[in-house]
T-cell receptor
Framework: QKEVEQDPGPLSVPEGAIVSLNCTYS??????FMWYRQYSRKGPELLMY????GNKEDGRFTAQVDKSSKYISLFIRDSQPSDSATYLC???????????FGPGTRLSVLP | EAQVTQNPRYLITVTGKKLTVTCSQN?????MSWYRQDPGLGLRQIYY???????DKGDVPEGYKVSRKEKRNFPLILESPSPNQTSLYFC???????????FGPGTRLTVL
């Protein structure tokens, strides 16, 4: 079993849809949870990070962490074609040195 | 412009020929890290460094070496590359690990 699981997609949605992206993990030591966006032929860029359980909102993006279920989510409201990318979840422990990434979900938002 | 640069961007080499991929950042970051990205496996951490002269292994360090002699540079060394090291490599830097990590543009390495 991989340490972090993520549905690879591809996920295709119409413009304006609400998108839900998810990851599950097995290591209970993880405390920091991040979502990165990666456009084709580019390096990942950080979208959001949260500490421990709870929700965090930033514009059209909402990150949720449920540590009891070892499950994290990223919601994108009013999705745009420019959101088409691969979304990677990542996590680390309190030391914040060693990071584990999910394999990524490829998202296409169709005009 | 704040950025992480990697060189070369593309490299095709043969088994056993030593190579170095350079990484440099101009943001005065203390934390730097190397990752490899493979289809279906995502990003896997190779090595990281919390500061000058301080490096540690990530999840897949076998076959790689690093050094951190200056704060801005963090080269990745493959002493004897093998075909299973064919991958897309990313360097990243940040003020601390859990803060924003800025990724470089990637180096696509093919080992024949």
């Amino acid at each position: 079993q991989k340490e972090v699981e993520q549905d690879p997609g591809p996920l295709s949605v119409p413009e304006g849809a609400i998108v839900s992206l998810n990851c599950t993990y097995s290591n209970s030591a993880f405390q920091y949870f991040m979502w990165y966006r990666q456009y084709s032929r580019k390096g990942p860029e950080l979208l959001m990070y949260t500490y421990s359980s709870g929700n965090k909102e930033d514009g059209r993006f909402t990150a949720q962490v449920d540590k009891s279920s070892k499950y994290i989510s990223l919601f994108i409201r009013d999705s745009q074609p420019s959101d088409s990318a691969t979304y990677l979840c990542a996590m680390t422990d309190n030391y914040g040195q060693n990071f584990v990434f999910g394999p990524g979900t490829r998202l296409s938002v169709l005009p | 412009e704040a950025q992480v640069t990697q060189n070369p961007r593309y490299l095709i080499t043969v088994t056993g020929k030593k190579l170095t991929v350079t990484c440099s950042q101009n943001m005065n970051h203390e934390y730097m890290s190397w990752y490899r990205q493979d289809p279906g496996l995502g990003l896997r951490q190779i090595y990281y460094s919390m500061n000058v002269e301080v490096t540690d292994k990530g999840d897949v360090p076998e076959g790689y070496k690093v050094s951190r002699k200056e704060k801005r540079n963090f080269p990745l060394i493959l002493e004897s590359p093998s075909p299973n090291q064919t991958s897309l490599y990313f360097c990243a830097s940040g003020t601390s690990g859990v803060d924003t990590q800025y990724f470089g543009p990637g180096t696509r390495l093919t080992v024949l």
